[in-house]
């Protein structure tokens, strides 16, 4: 059993399009983490987020930690075919424990 | 190095045969991590290093996976008699504190 629950397992949208992806639990983290990873490449740390309702935004990624800071979303705004990739959360208890990950196709 | 390193990037090995995957972390970080990927799926947590306390080895799929980190340092992540279903990337990750971890390019095991 995953600690870390993502939805949806794959997404693919066509260009321009936003998305959603979420990343839930029912265990409380210190902090929780996404990343993306590219094929034949280790996963890159985009944000981390530590406050409960804490919202961070990176060009047209945004991220939301749930106010009792067990879930967290990631939405993109006019997603580009760059955004490819596998989104992982990871969460911070203990040690780092990753979600299965959302693997998402920008189509041109 | 700036970054983690993991050697080698590719092995392929018959199965039955031993091998050994090395990483080495960022300087100064205190965890590494060891994971499993197949293909197109996530991250299989392996074992968790910190400083000197005892690893946690819980993610370990069977004895035949064994893993040391040799002075706070370098790791090395050793699979005995290996099967086809070992066949996998192993990723490497360092960490100075768990709000951050930074993964090495991975090794493609290849058991035939």
């Known amino acids: 059993t995953q600690l870390l629950e993502q939805s949806p397992q794959f997404l693919s949208i066509q260009e321009g399009e936003n998305l959603t992806v979420y990343c839930n639990s029912s265990?409380?983290?210190?902090?929780l983490q996404w990343y993306r990873q590219e094929p034949g490449e280790g996963p890159v740390l985009l944000v981390t987020?530590?406050?409960?309702?804490e919202v961070k935004k990176l060009k047209r990624l945004t991220f939301q930690f749930g106010d009792a800071r067990k879930d967290s979303s990631l939405h993109i705004t006019a997603a580009q075919p760059g955004d490819t990739g596998l989104y992982l959360c990871?969460?911070?208890?203990?040690?780092?424990?990753f979600g299965a990950g959302t693997t998402v196709t920008v189509r041109a | 190095g700036a970054g983690v390193s993991q050697s080698p990037s590719n092995k392929v090995t018959e199965k039955g045969k031993d091998v050994e995957l090395r990483c080495d972390p960022i300087?100064?970080?205190?965890?590494l991590y060891w994971y499993r990927q197949s293909l197109g799926q996530g991250l299989e947590f392996l074992i968790y290093?910190?400083?000197?306390?005892?690893?946690?080895k819980s993610g370990l799929p069977s004895d035949r996976f064994s893993a040391e980190r040799t002075g706070g340092s370098v790791s090395t992540l050793t699979i005995q008699r290996t099967q086809q279903e070992d066949s996998a990337v192993y990723l490497c990750?360092?960490?100075?504190?768990?709000?951050?971890?930074?993964f090495g390019q991975g090794t493609r095991l290849t058991v035939v």
């Open positions: 987020v530590v406050t409960g309702g």
């Open positions: 290093f910190q400083g000197n306390s005892a690893p946690d």
């Open positions: 265990s409380v983290f210190s902090s």
């Open positions: 990750a360092s960490s100075p504190k768990n709000t951050e971890a930074f």
């Open positions: 300087s100064g970080h205190t965890a």
């Open positions: 990871a969460g911070d208890r203990v040690k780092l424990s």
